[in-house]
């Protein structure tokens, strides 16, 4: 079976093809990074109206890629939330049409569910049970996945979500947008023990997380009387090493609570470098084994889409003709809706 | 020659399909309920009509001014149909469409219609039929304050008011006599696309592209 994937949550536009037998075939993406750069984050009108622009450009990139035909796409599955309304609207209304227009099945795919199985397209991929951590620049959370489609929420950010952290701490630095990536390039030449921040909630039981108290703390450090700009770097490493040791303490947890031994880490922040090499080498010591997906499909993409949609319509379910999006989704409402 | 249109916006979601010999119409007033409702009801229509998808050999739309989610619906699912069935679109003018309803109606030949385009303004655009019947563009549509929207042409008399905007700002618009015409009918839509898509004047799906008239969306 061979599945389209479209992907337009929010500022990325993404497609891709996968055939059930043979795997990934092909992905496009666009990302509209420069185009809210000017503002300095993503402005959702912007967003929707390129995302419409962009479609049948990629669509035509992605076929001729593949050399494949149109007509050869047995089904599509498309992100119905959670994102920006507009944004997933446009991305929904076309997969949807095309879909009916070809006489092909189409299934709604949550975004998260998307990003949570984009290990599974690697090799080796991990296997079931594991503990996934969601770590994104909209969430923070942690899942137990014992199969396709039942994905137990262990915890979530009370607050920023850390990527939301990452960004807004690498704003305040006074770094271009998008601040999070600048802020960790920043932090490979700075030194972490120079500041002290808080690892907020370690101390309490619990799998949540809270990064909006780090914000301030970081506020405080670029306040402090002999603060210069040759303290940015140390800033930055010593940010970067409290986000990282939060999530390294709270994975812990998750693992020892639900007796796993692997850890699928995916979404936009598990590109980040040292999170990466600290879960990895950190892990290994206790026997966990840790999982990724390649660098490009951290961030938002069309295959983790066309992947999540051809195993949900493996099991046997697709959805009706009525296009309808869903802004705000929890996973586990999906989870029991399907 | 067999064609399919629809409107969703705004208010609501209108789509027909016109056969050699009938046309066939479905209107849904539900606000907000356009992209639930429109492949419902293409399907619908098209078993009504005792048509098959491959049997449709064109598509018109309007391509807004109007909601911008309303006008993206539109297009992105315009844009998945011609797209997957090769199909040459023809996109008109809200304005047009209302205008055109109006002169169905009631025979009107000189429309100046009007959206409520929120933020005290108005997309407008002034309609007159031409000697087929079809109404015709004498002013660009255009956004604007409802104070700017005028009469443009001679006669100075014999104009109507079609649309939303007369709804909202009736006392802020020139004074003509105004039509309970609010919604776009995708009936009309057809009767404009209609000679456009037999001369061949058409757009493929990638040539498809929104109107929102308003283009200033970011406060700065």
Not at chain 1, 108 to 115: D, K, R, S, Y
Request: aromatic fraction near 8%; proline fraction near 5%.
């Amino acid at each position: 079976m061979l599945v389209l994937g479209i992907e337009t949550s929010c500022d990325e536009t993404g497609l891709a093809l996968y055939d059930s037998v043979s795997g990934l075939r092909g992905h496009t993406l666009y990302s509209q990074i420069a185009l809210h750069q000017t503002y300095g984050g993503v402005v959702p009108e912007l967003a929707s109206r390129d995302h419409v622009e962009r479609l049948i450009p990629l669509l035509n990139d992605l076929l001729r890629e593949t050399n494949l035909d149109k007509n050869a796409i047995d089904a599509v599955a498309y992100t119905a939330g959670p994102g920006l309304n507009g944004a997933l609207l446009v991305g929904a209304a076309f997969a949807r049409s095309f879909a009916w227009s070809l006489n092909r099945p189409a299934i709604a795919v949550h975004h998260m569910e998307g990003h949570l199985l984009a290990p599974l397209l690697e090799s080796p991929a991990p296997t079931f049970p594991f503990v996934a951590l969601l770590v994104s620049g909209g969430h923070t959370q942690l899942y137990f996945v014992r199969d396709i489609g039942d994905y137990a929420l262990l915890g979530e950010s009370v607050d920023d979500a850390a990527g939301e952290a990452f960004d807004k701490a690498g704003k305040m630095m006074g770094l271009p947008y998008p601040g999070g990536p600048r802020l960790a390039i920043l932090a490979e030449t700075g030194n972490p023990q120079h500041f002290t921040f808080p690892r907020p909630m370690t101390d309490k039981p619990g799998l949540n997380f809270s990064f909006s108290g780090l914000k301030t703390a970081v506020l405080y450090a670029l306040q402090q009387e002999n603060f210069s700009t040759a303290c940015l770097p140390d800033i930055a490493a010593s940010f970067q090493e409290a986000v990282v040791d939060t999530l390294l303490i709270k994975c812990k947890r998750a693992l020892l609570a639900c007796d796993a031994k692997r850890l699928v880490v995916a979404g936009g922040v598990s590109a980040n470098k040292m999170l990466r090499a600290r879960l990895v080498d950190e892990l290994a010591e206790i026997g966990i084994q840790v999982y990724y997906p390649r660098q490009a499909f951290c961030t938002d993409n069309g295959a983790m889409i066309a992947f999540a949609g051809c195993l949900q319509l493996q099991r046997g379910h697709s959805t009706g003709l009525s296009i309808v999006v869903r802004p705000r989704w929890p996973l586990v409402q999906y989870t029991q809706h399907t | 020659m067999n064609i399919l249109a629809f409107d969703t916006t705004g208010e609501s979601c209108s789509v027909a399909i016109k056969t050699a010999e009938h046309c066939f119409e479905k209107i849904n007033h539900e606000p907000r309920k356009q992209a639930e409702r429109l492949l419902p009801m293409i399907d619908d229509l098209l078993v009504q009509a005792n048509l098959q998808r491959s049997d449709l050999d064109g598509l018109a739309l309007t391509h807004g001014p109007g909601a911008f989610t309303g006008v993206r619906i539109a297009i992105a699912a315009a844009q998945g149909i011609a797209y997957a069935l090769d199909l040459p679109v023809v996109t008109v003018s809200t304005l047009a469409a209302l205008a055109q309803g109006a002169h169905r109606k009631f025979g009107w030949k000189q429309v100046l219609s009007a959206l409520d385009a929120r933020m005290g303004e108005v997309y407008w655009g002034a309609y007159q039929a031409d000697d087929s019947g079809l109404m015709q563009s004498v002013h660009s549509d255009a956004i604007g304050s409802p104070s700017q929207v005028h009469i443009v042409d001679e006669p100075r008399t014999g104009w109507y008011g079609a649309g939303s905007g007369w709804g909202v700002y009736l006392d802020q618009l020139p004074p003509v006599n105004v039509s309970h015409v609010l919604t776009v009918e995708a009936f009309d839509i057809i009767t404009l696309a209609l000679p456009l898509l037999k001369s061949g004047h058409s757009l493929t799906a990638e040539e498809i592209k929104p109107v929102y008239l308003r283009n200033k969306v970011v406060r700065s």
